[in-house]
């Protein structure tokens, strides 16, 4: 029973993400190579943050519970802060790539744009920032023991893997939307992603009162998503072409397979 709880919560967690890499990244060696260094740009930012959390905790008093679940929380907010910043940080390194790609190329185009290199970054970014957040969990629910026996909540497991899900799917909206606005000066749009993300971040202190931050986070994924969609060059109209099987000639790119187009490409 341990094992099967596994094995679904991973699904739950992962299989969109792993969907979108075996479809959209695996088949091109720049995506990977884009994918692998985002996922490295995560490490970094959590590895600055843990040690700013780590110093905070030893030369406060440990002893005092509601002190350190304030500096839980201003660390939870520090870490959401670093992983924007190199979000930042790597959208200028591939806006380096891609002009140099375009340079030594024989038409004076990059072979992959910077709004595929937005995507595979954010999936890289919700990757990664997924398997940190819910690896311990897993590893739990193999077993021994029986979820809510103390009574504590049954729906430990299978929320915690939904919470990745919404995490992972966000930080690709984000990496789409952050990127877009960084390349056409929005710094408007730069804030609303950090914003969210802040939110996102918070409501997890919320749990075990999962309703609570469930659904919130949710809504948001499913309104970052779709703002995401917009940003990407999206349209009703591309969808129901996709869904019809028309207009998809193989040599159109894999953004118009899901209904979106690519500006920076025009």
Avoid at 67 to 86: C, D, N, P
Avoid at 120 to 126: I, P, W
Avoid at 172 to 196: M, N, P
């Amino acid at each position: 029973m341990g094992a099967a709880a596994c094995l679904g919560c991973a699904a739950i967690a992962f299989g969109p993400a792993l969907a979108l890499v075996l479809l959209t990244v695996a088949g091109e060696p720049l995506r990977v190579i884009v994918l692998v260094a985002g996922a490295f740009f995560w490490l970094v930012s959590l590895l600055l943050a843990s040690l700013i959390w780590f110093i905070s905790v030893h030369l406060s008093d440990r002893e005092d519970a509601k002190l350190q679940q304030s500096l839980l929380i201003l660390g939870a907010a520090i870490s959401v802060l670093l992983q924007e910043a190199f979000r930042f940080a790597y959208f200028k390194l591939l806006k380096k790539a891609d002009e140099g790609m375009a340079m030594i190329s024989e038409d004076g185009r990059s072979p992959i744009s910077l709004r595929q290199m937005a995507y595979v970054s954010g999936l890289a970014f919700g990757i990664i920032s997924g398997g940190f957040s819910v690896i311990n969990i897993l590893a739990d629910s193999t077993g021994p023991g029986i979820v809510g026996i103390h009574g504590d909540s049954p729906y430990f497991f299978i929320t915690s893997a939904f919470l990745t899900m919404a995490l992972v799917l966000l930080h690709t909206f984000w990496g789409v939307i952050f990127f877009d606005a960084c390349e056409r000066h929005r710094y408007w749009c730069l804030g609303v992603v950090v914003a969210s993300h802040l939110l996102t971040s918070g409501l997890t202190f919320l749990n075990p009162w999962y309703v609570a931050s469930l659904v919130p986070i949710f809504i948001i994924t499913f309104c970052t998503g779709l703002w995401a969609f917009i940003t990407a060059g999206g349209s009703f109209h591309n969808v129901l072409k996709c869904l019809s099987c028309k207009g998809g000639g193989a040599g159109q790119g894999w953004g118009h397979h899901w209904g979106v187009s690519d500006p920076f490409e025009v």
